[in-house]
């Protein structure tokens, strides 16, 4: 579709800051940077990846039971962004947090630098492709 390239760079400073921090594992600045965006917006897609973004704070501080709470909430708001919103590929993303969610269900999950160590992290990526261009995250929209 032509000119659907231009809505990537109408993305949000405040979400590319997200999906950039998040991707070099500093999950809590990566959520606290959407928070205000998220109170303008009241989107539960970036409340959905804030929450998604602290279920990995957990899993960095050894909490499997924290994992689990937040995995299970996330799940809840991001799943009627499939497959794709603001370039994200939201059906990878909910299959990785199920994987993830599976992980720490275990009857022993590792906790503590176990966890730590051995979760199974996540990144996100953006493809311009897949941003629609009515998202009301867009800037100026």
């Known amino acids: 579709m032509e000119g659907r390239s231009n809505h990537f760079e109408g993305l949000s400073t405040p979400f590319r800051t997200f999906v950039a921090l998040f991707n ?22 970036y409340k959905g990846l804030i929450i998604y973004a602290s279920a990995f704070v ?10 689990r709470k937040q ?4 799940a809840g708001y991001l ?13 990878r993303l909910l299959m990785h947090l199920h994987r993830c969610l599976a992980w720490v269900q275990g009857s022993e999950p590792p906790t503590g630098e176990a966890l730590a160590s051995s979760f199974p992290y996540d990144t996100i990526v953006l493809d311009p ?6 998202e009301v995250e867009l800037s100026g929209g």
Do not use: C, T
């Open 24 to 45: 070099d594992g500093h999950f809590w600045e990566s959520h606290e940077v959407l928070e205000k965006p998220w109170r303008e917006y009241r989107s539960n897609f």
């Open 58 to 67: 957990h899993a960095q501080r050894g909490n499997p039971r924290g994992v």
């Open 71 to 74: 995995m299970v909430k996330a």
């Open 79 to 91: 799943e009627e962004y499939r497959p794709f919103y603001l370039g994200v590929d939201v059906e």
């Open 129 to 134: 492709s897949r941003v629609r261009g009515d």
